[in-house]
């Protein structure tokens, strides 16, 4: 069984631009895989397929495909000539010693003008099937499914599928640039908008050299492993220490974490031009923290003129915990650093911070110079995945 068929989402990939979708889905499961032993990933009438060479194994090909975003699901298949003699012939080659309790044939028809309707390939290939291993047909619960689809001058046939990342092929709306803490929440945000189509750029602000380096090594794993949803990946740390310095001695505790978000939005919106992102994502949940309450989040957010994309803002802390378990990122994110909100933070925060104590505590600080340091002191990194990629 040579091929891997990918089948993408259907409906999200509706309309005029769905050409334009698909050779991204194409151009993105061909890097994905760009290290392993394929020789072709081709479209074929509404699927994909994934030519495998000899030296690729199934189980790596798998884990690939399963981290690309747009596919529905996808299996592993052989091909046949378009006849249900050749076709069960190939399957019965190809099915194991084992015996499942019962299965079903399940048929679909890429190409509609094939003589026979997709029961009728059920039942002829069925047949053969049954006949030859002595199974028992089970047509609501079966053990076993074997699915074939019937193309204009060939077949596929598999056992089983594999799910799908769903969403749509990252690169297809846009560009975007997300504040990665080194916490829970950002990582699974970024990897949300990803999830949606969107590349995400990683903006990580840390207080090295008054803290240690740890917080810019967890934005580093982070990076790392959210660029294997994405293929390439680029990081800016920003030095953020001096500015809270600066922040600390002129405004007094309450207002601090509202006024160091609003400097991280304007810094993270200059990068983000810079880099043509469109947007800005952060981890922000409405109630989580002090910080967070929707009178702080209309005051943050107010200093961006992009908007500002808040992917978990409904969600529980225990819904955000078991993404970030099933990403992979929680192990990181709870590694224990002097982040820099946590040094600088006073005990009580504001929760309902006005634009008008903030605006009159800013005007103290010279906004737009601590910016433009900040900017021109962040320091890019770039990753790929995977890491060998021609
Ligand atoms: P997280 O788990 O993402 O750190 P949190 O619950 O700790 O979130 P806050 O610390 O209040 O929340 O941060 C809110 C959001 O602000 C984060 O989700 C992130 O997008 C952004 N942010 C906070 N600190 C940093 C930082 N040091 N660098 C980049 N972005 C940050
Ligand atoms: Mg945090």
Redesign the pocket.
């Known amino acids: 069984m040579k091929s891997v068929v990918v089948h993408y989402q259907e409906i999200a990939l509706k309309g005029k631009n769905r050409p334009w979708f698909i050779a991204r889905l194409v151009r993105n499961i061909r890097q994905a895989v760009s290290d392993l032993d394929i020789r072709e990933v081709r479209v074929l009438m509404g699927r994909i397929e994934v030519v495998l060479g000899p030296s690729a194994a199934w189980e790596s090909v798998r884990d690939r495909l399963a981290r690309v975003f747009g596919i529905a699901n996808f299996s592993r298949a052989g091909r046949a000539p378009l006849d249900v003699d050749a076709i069960a012939a190939e399957i019965l080659k190809d099915l194991g010693p084992g015996d499942p309790e019962t299965f079903r044939v399940s048929a679909r028809r890429a190409d509609k003008r094939f003589p026979l309707t997709s029961p009728q390939i059920e039942r002829e290939v069925g047949g053969r099937i049954k006949e030859a291993r002595n199974w028992l047909v089970n047509l609501d619960r079966p053990a076993l499914t074997i699915h074939v689809e019937a193309l204009t001058s060939e077949a596929f046939y598999s056992f089983g599928k594999e799910r799908g990342a769903g969403g749509l092929p990252v690169g297809a709306s846009g560009r975007v640039a997300?504040?990665?803490?080194?916490?829970?929440?950002?990582?699974?945000?970024a990897w949300r908008m990803m999830r949606r189509g969107c590349r995400v750029l990683f903006?990580?602000?840390?207080?090295y050299p008054i803290l240690s380096r740890a917080?810019q090594e967890k934005?580093r794993e982070l990076a790392r492993l959210l660029t294997r949803y994405q293929f390439d990946s680029r990081l800016l740390l920003?030095p953020?220490g001096e500015i809270q310095q600066r922040v600390v001695l002129a405004v007094q505790p309450p207002l601090r974490?509202v006024i160091?978000?609003r400097l991280?939005l304007r810094i993270?919106e200059r990068i983000a031009r810079e880099n043509r992102a469109q947007a800005l994502?952060?981890?922000?949940?409405v109630g989580?923290?002090a910080?967070?309450t929707l009178e702080n989040l209309s005051t943050i957010g107010s200093v961006a003129a992009m908007p500002v994309l808040r992917p978990?803002v409904g969600m529980d802390?225990e819904e955000?915990t078991a993404e970030a378990q099933r990403l992979g990122t929680y192990p990181i994110?709870i590694i224990p650093d002097q982040?820099?909100?946590t040094l600088f933070t006073p005990r009580h925060p504001a929760t309902k911070a006005r634009r008008y104590d903030v605006e009159s505590a800013e005007a103290q600080l010279p906004i737009d110079e601590m910016v433009n340091e900040a900017v021109t002191g962040a320091a890019p990194e770039s990753y790929r995945f995977p890491e060998t990629q021609p």
């Open positions: 997300c504040l990665l803490s080194g916490g829970i929440d950002s990582p699974v945000a903006v990580h602000f840390h207080s917080s934005a920003v953020f974490v160091y978000r991280m993270a994502v952060t981890g922000e949940v989580q923290v910080s967070q978990l802390k955000i994110s982040d820099c909100c």
